[in-house]
């Protein structure tokens, strides 16, 4: 006999599977939600090393519509219109929703957002906390949002390995937990928030999580991926043995500073 042999079937609410920025606002946006992380909840993925900061029109000299523009502009054509717009309009009040939460953003004397830029924007209308930290504030400002909710259980240390199907949809995933037992986990949706893929390569900034297994569980569904050649790679990072490779924060270039090579 082969396939995979199940140590226990449990029936949840919607599962989140990851525990990044984007599985946390998910789990918030939800009545009830189950939240299942591979390593420690608020401390694996690519959303604690985020370094420079969020892009946001917060500015009274900026707007949405410029941050748009900047956007397409250096998307060089790439960039789909519909997105771009969410993208932009949403991002002052997202930041301010952050605040909400708990987090806290670095700002001026005066105790106005100490704004930031970044290659490819026009206006400084970059976010962030304890200088190049912002990722860790998020997260553990977003960390602490989510275990103080009672409808979200966090499960962590458990890897999401393949989604159930059953008459033509999704009802569950079969996960894996550190003692190597199985759950299946029926539920009545299942959202992938698995980060990116930039694992994938030789070398990269980029955390052990990051090797596409929710991409590729989604591709075994029979989900249509889309768009998987734009992979995150950071222009400066240190050469050398440590893995991932540690990231010269791009507030750094955004401040004027050159970077010289051997
Ligand atoms: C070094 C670095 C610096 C960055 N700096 C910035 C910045 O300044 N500004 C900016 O906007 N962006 C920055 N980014 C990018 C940003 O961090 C990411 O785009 C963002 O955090 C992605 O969030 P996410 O929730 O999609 O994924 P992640 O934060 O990577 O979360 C993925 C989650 O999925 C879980 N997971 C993965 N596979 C499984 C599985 N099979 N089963 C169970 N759980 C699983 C992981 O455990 C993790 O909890 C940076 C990224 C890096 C690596």
Known sequence: MSGLELDRIEYCPPIVVGGG?????????LPEAVLL???????????????????????????????????????????????????TEAAPERIEWLEHLGMRFDRTLGGVLALGREAGHRKRRIVHAHGD???AELARAMGEAVRA??????IEGVTALDL????????????RHQDESLTLMVAPAVILAT?????????????????????????????????????????????????PAPL???????????????
């Not at 920025?21 to 946006?29: C, F, K, N, P, S």
């Not at 892009?55 to 748009?68: K, Q, R, V």
């Not at 990116?196 to 390569?201: A, T, V």
Request: charged share 20%; no cysteine.
């Open 21 to 29: 920025v984007a599985g946390m606002t998910t789990a918030l946006g």
């Open 37 to 87: 992380t591979e390593g420690t909840f608020a401390h694996d993925g690519s959303t604690v090393l985020a370094q420079g900061g969020i892009a946001a029109a917060m500015d009274p000299g900026d707007s949405p519509d410029l941050h748009a523009a900047d956007s397409r502009e250096v998307a060089g054509g790439l960039a789909v219109a519909g997105p771009v717009r969410v993208l």
């Open 149 to 154: 909710r009672g409808s979200i259980e966090v």
């Open 164 to 175: 159930v199907r059953s008459r033509g949809r999704v009802v569950g995933v079969v996960v």
């Open 248 to 262: 010269f924060t791009e507030a750094l270039r955004g401040e004027g500073a050159l970077l010289i090579d051997g």
């Open 195 to 243: 980060g990116g893929i930039g694992r994938l390569y030789a070398r990269t900034t980029n955390p052990a999580s990051a090797y596409g297994g929710g991409v590729a569980m989604a591709a075994r569904a029979g989900a249509r991926l889309l768009d998987l050649e734009f992979v995150q790679f950071h222009p400066t990072a240190l050469a050398g043995d440590i893995d």
């Open 133 to 135: 930290a912002t990722g």
